[in-house]
């Protein structure tokens, strides 16, 4: 079997475990309003996997697609309690705003040079600094908030009918299925892949490592626009601290789901099981009763149990392809001389 | 022969690196549908052609021609655009795609940016059944073995209609039965005009092959021969230079009845090296030498604890030994590793820091290290090995190739050595230098050190060797004690072409 393909059974299968363990031991954990809880609360962050994953698969990262969410949201509220701006004209900046912040990602990594960590962790401060910019002050300077009541804005934190998924979640499934798709089945997916696993054969074969990587980043900063909106949608304001831990949540499920830092592995439907997995490790957990706290310190465990059983596992899958070839060949070597 | 039927000609090649003529004045050309072996030992210049062929180098004189008319390549694009590809050494595919996915990269077949992934993917398995190639289109690249790997090298070049496809040592990682296939794919794309520069070091497959081969030494034309005029042993004394060499003066090691330090039974390790045996007595300086992926390297690193292997015994001093890198230093083990810049020192450490770092047992006391004894041992070590600057505070990456691996030895030297291993010490250093690293190996051996090297390098081998092992295809299949080989029987029996047999092959 393909190494990827076990590797999606491995995490599908943890993933399966997991609901059943706290089915089975908790009475509060399967009911379907616990479960559209939980998948409403990873949607956000899924979004935001999204495109992560991809400048994953390009061989890099992005720390900073949770700050650019808060950034987007703050401008919004900037926009609506400032200026009398229309929703259309506010969503067009906002979004305006997210692309170039993806844009700029990609700048200094595909044309500046800049390792991707240090190019996403520096584009962190500048938009968290951008976020202070654009908060809302009250008289004395003090940063404060506004309440966004937009009924257009409002309802994208709701869901369909009364007990139906929320609005969020139906979003980060059917962006990533797109996203997939995207992957896939494009021309520009390919090159994503083909850029992280190999640049050099990628670039000789007409591949362009500035496209490549802007194109990820650019759709990493639409992501953080979509969640930006949801966020919204949910919380009516923006805090300065909104989506500053996402960004290492979207990247944990990433990994979780089988995308490789050395890059040209991993796809949407591994992430979205690692953004399962992720939220139904802490939901279930806070069944048993455990504090928040201790939640963080399980979920990092896990993190860090998955990434040495992933080494160990690559490490492993490689030397049995090359142990298979040797021993074939020594089988052909008997068999041609004997 | 008539000019039309020359498909690419290289007229009076020039190309000078710091002074040296790495070509001087070469001529090269290849006919439609001929494979056009080019042969010349390590440093002949056949590399350097190649890349000015395939856009890598600018040439510094000469002109080239393609059908006929007189082109410029000036990059690895207007060398494809020509019809030449190349199949590399190192592969450059992207090991998380398909086969049909590699082949069509940068080529793609879209609409609106959507693959038409069935129309690529029957395109591609056509092209695969047409040449019988035993890969699927749909075969993700990292599972296949390396001689498929380089099939679907050979159909990316195919896909760009190339009409000159140069293999550089493509049989050097595949098994025999691999490399029959892949002989027999050569002689299809033949009868299809396509025309092939062949580059190996097996000379018997070289001789098989060819239609024409030309031959370089020291970056000048040395010969070219049709198929119909081959004798091996002419075109080995092309290679070499020389009418006759003769064997060089004996090293007879005078303690040859001397203890062995190291001794190897039956190793092997699977895919690397199988049922290996030999042993190094003190003093003695023991080479292996054969084609590289031999299996040589891999037996150094087996035996210095840094590479596992499947069965087998080694024993130091007639004593079992487990390599394990830190058990083999503290035994008195020392390494001079094969890529000097990677394995072999810290770029950005002094020479100082570069020796202290194998020395701590010696100089640090209950975790602190005593900064005078450092100093002491650096100046010691330059000593030993000649440094120039003689400086031991200047940063090792800033010294010439030859000091580096002076700096490398140099870690080891100040050691109470009992084994000594080498692995192609030489490569990439100035003659002067080859000389004083030889000098210090000889040192070596008269204190008593067992000496295993690994070299390509056959004037090295017979240089500094007092027995010689030829690998080939993971076995020692020839032992010579030096006084007795001579260039020519290394290179045969390297090249898996024994010496007495090479004429009647030909005949």
Known sequence: ?338 | MAEKDLLFEMREIEKVFAHVHALDHVNFNVRRGEVHALLGENGAGKSTLIKILTGVYPKDGGQIFMDGKEVEISSRESAAALGIACIFQELSLVPTLSVYQNVMLGKEIAKFGIVNAKQERKQIQDLIDHYGFPVGANDIVETLSVAQMQMVEILKALATDAKLIIMDEPTASLSSRESELLYKIIHQLRERDVSIIYISHRLEEVFNLSDRITILRDGKNAGLVEKEHIVPSEIIKMMIGKEVSEATASRELKTSDAEPVLTVKHLTRLGAYNDVSFEVKRGEVVVLTGLVGSGRTEIVRTVYGADPYDSGEILIEGKPYQPKISRSVATGFGLIPEDRRTQGFSPLLSVTGNVAVTNYDKLSKSGFVNKANENTLGHEAVRLVDLRPPNPDVQVGNLSGGNQQKAVLGKWLTRDLKIMLIDEPTVGIDIGAKDEIYEIIERLSADGVAVLMVSSDIAEVLRVAHRILVMRGGKITKEFNNGVATQEDILMASSGFAAEEGKEADA
């Open chain 1, 1 to 338: 079997m393909r190494q990827e393909t076990l590797r999606r059974f491995i995490s599908f299968g943890l993933l399966v475990l997991l609901v059943i363990i706290f089915s089975v031991t908790t009475d509060s954990f399967l009911n379907w309003g616990n479960i559209n809880t939980l998948l409403r609360e990873c949607s956000v962050t899924g979004i935001l996997a999204i495109g992560v994953t991809m400048a994953i698969i390009t061989g890099g990262n992005d720390l900073s697609c949770g700050h650019l969410m808060g950034t987007v949201c703050m401008l919004f509220s900037f926009l609506y309690y400032y200026t009398g701006m229309s929703l259309l004209m506010i969503l067009a900046l906002t979004l305006l705003l997210a692309l170039m912040g993806g844009l700029l990602n990609g700048f200094s990594v595909a044309v500046l040079q800049i390792p991707d960590f240090i190019a996403t962790l520096s584009s962190q401060f500048i938009f968290a600094g951008l976020t202070y910019i654009f908060a809302i002050r009250n008289e004395y300077g003090s940063i404060t908030q506004a309440q966004i009541n937009n009924p257009t804005i409002t309802a994208l934190g709701g869901q369909i009918g009364k007990n139906g998924p929320y609005f969020v979640t139906i979003a980060f499934f059917v962006m990533a299925a797109i996203a997939q798709f995207f992957l896939k089945k494009t021309k520009r997916g390919t090159y994503i892949y083909a850029m992280g696993a190999n640049r050099k054969s990628a670039e000789y074969s007409g591949v362009s490592f500035v496209k490549t990587k802007i194109t990820a980043f650019v759709i990493s900063g639409f992501c953080a626009f979509v969640a930006a909106m949801f966020t919204l949608g949910r919380l009516h304001t923006a805090e300065v601290a909104t989506g500053q831990t996402l960004a290492l949540q979207a990247i944990s499920a990433t990994v979780i789901g089988g995308a490789a830092f050395t890059g040209g592995r991993g796809d949407m439907v591994g992430t979205t099981i690692g953004v399962l997995f992720m939220q139904v490790l802490r939901n279930g957990m806070r069944k048993y009763g455990f504090t928040t706290q201790v939640v963080a310190v399980v979920s990092g465990i896990v993190i860090v149990l998955v990434l040495v059983f992933d080494a160990y596992y690559n490490e492993f899958m490689q030397k049995r392809i090359k142990r298979a070839a040797a021993a074939a060949r020594e089988k052909k070597a008997v068999s041609a001389n004997g």
